[in-house]
């Protein structure tokens, strides 16, 4: 959750609220549309036309202030009653010395998927992962990172925010993953995960976490008849 208060600050540069909400489409366009509102109205020709089109650019600032203090207020209310809000990450432990780079990816993704689980519930395999779904929009601020876990019955992903956060957190039951594969790359590996009634995501995992990976597929594939 994130304050209404602080959302609607951070929306003075428009469109940024909404980014931190994990509002990627509409902060896209809020942007966009305010900086080709602006823009021809600070250097159109003058005349009423202009005036009218800068008018408009403040009025689609002062909106999305609007909007975007609505939304987190939203998220504000739900997040105490609506599970897939997600945990803290346990604190980090002090790094083992030599353990190799795969093990403390692992380490990482542990340390934020665990405590996001039910009672009795055990961790099978994590990877850590970034949704590139949307980087033609923005650039790098649209990537969004997951840590992706499953356990013997559930496919768990907790999105992080801006900060590096645990935000949401997404369950599913193995049974309702409809397809899943991996494709082998020079640095970073793409795992597709297909959720019955969502669009498929792809997510960019480092190679060095191929063998986890690998184990993670195989469990998402037990259910799916892939």
């Known amino acids: 959750m994130r304050s209404p208060w602080i959302i609607a600050l951070m929306s003075l540069f428009p469109g940024l609220g909404l980014l931190t909400l994990g509002k990627v ?8 549309l305010f900086l080709l509102l602006a823009g021809y109205g600070l250097f159109g020709p003058l005349g009423f036309f202009t005036d009218l089109i800068f008018n408009l650019a403040f009025a689609l600032w002062a909106i999305q202030i609007v909007y975007a203090f609505q939304v987190a207020k939203r998220e504000e209310l739900a997040g105490a009653l609506d599970p897939r809000a997600a945990k803290p990450a346990a604190p980090v432990s002090k790094p083992v010395a030599g353990i190799g ?3 403390r990816m692992k380490l990482a993704a542990l340390q934020v998927l665990e405590p ?3 009672p009795k519930e055990a961790l099978l395999a994590a990877v850590w992962g970034l949704d590139m779904g949307s980087v033609w929009l923005l650039g790098t601020f649209a990537m ?19 900060m590096g956060k645990p935000y949401q957190v997404h369950r599913h039951g193995l049974r309702s993953v409809t397809s899943a ?8 590996d793409r795992l597709r995960i297909q959720v019955d009634g969502e669009k498929g995501n792809t997510y ?6 191929r063998e986890e990976s690998q184990l993670l597929l ?4 037990r259910h799916s008849g892939n």
């Open 204 to 209: 960019r995992v480092q190679r060095a976490q």
């Open 181 to 188: 594969w991996l494709k082998h790359g020079l640095v970073q």
């Open 101 to 103: 780079r795969p093990e």
């Open 144 to 162: 969004k990172q997951l840590h992706i876990g499953v356990t013997k019955d559930h496919l768990i992903r907790v999105q992080m925010d801006m």
């Open 218 to 221: 195989e469990l998402l594939t």
């Open 116 to 118: 996001q689980l039910e």
């Open 25 to 32: 489409r509409s902060a896209a366009i809020v942007f966009g």
